[in-house]
């Protein structure tokens, strides 16, 4: 099992302590989570490499080297203040939160579905479906559900 507030934790801190770019584990779930929230305008860049430092060339992931690889995020600032305000888990180890798609339509549309407030002015949610990792707009055109991982604004 992934857990996703590491990532939310690390970006969130990153931020905070107004960090140029920070590291995270280079697994499939936090890559997937990265590139949403490169798409969606909160960070410039997602490069691999290692603990120490992004890759200047390509390496491959192997198992002699796979402990050591990182995903590198560089962090998005305007104004001097971070694009990214807050980004927080929705469901947790001890509570799933999992939403079909008629839930995820209420959230989006500022109406409150099971116990999660709605998504503000500028802030996504990102879910995990059967198809992957989808922000909630993706998820509701695929017409597909799921787990809701965590919010961003």
């Not at 499939?28 to 590139?35: E, P, V």
């Not at 888990?89 to 409150?112: A, F, I, P």
Request: with cysteine; net charge positive.
């Amino acid at each position: 099992m992934v857990i996703v507030h590491d990532i939310c934790a690390r970006v969130q801190n990153g931020f905070r302590a107004r960090l140029q770019c920070i590291a995270v584990p280079d697994t499939k779930m936090n890559l997937a989570i990265s590139m949403i929230l490169y798409r969606q305008g909160f960070i410039s860049s997602v490069q691999r490499g290692n603990h120490l430092e992004p890759d200047k060339k390509v390496v491959k992931t192997q198992p002699h080297n796979i402990a050591s690889r990182r995903l590198w995020l560089d962090l998005k600032y305007r104004d001097n203040k971070p694009v990214l305000q807050k980004m927080s888990c929705v469901s947790k180890g001890s509570k799933r939160v999992y939403m079909n798609v008629e839930e995820l339509k209420n959230l989006t549309t500022g109406k409150r579905a099971k116990f999660i407030s709605p998504l503000q002015l500028g802030e996504i949610a990102i879910i995990g479906t059967s198809r992957g990792v989808l922000e909630i707009k993706e998820a509701i055109e695929q017409n597909h559900g799921g787990e809701v991982l965590c919010r961003a604004i």
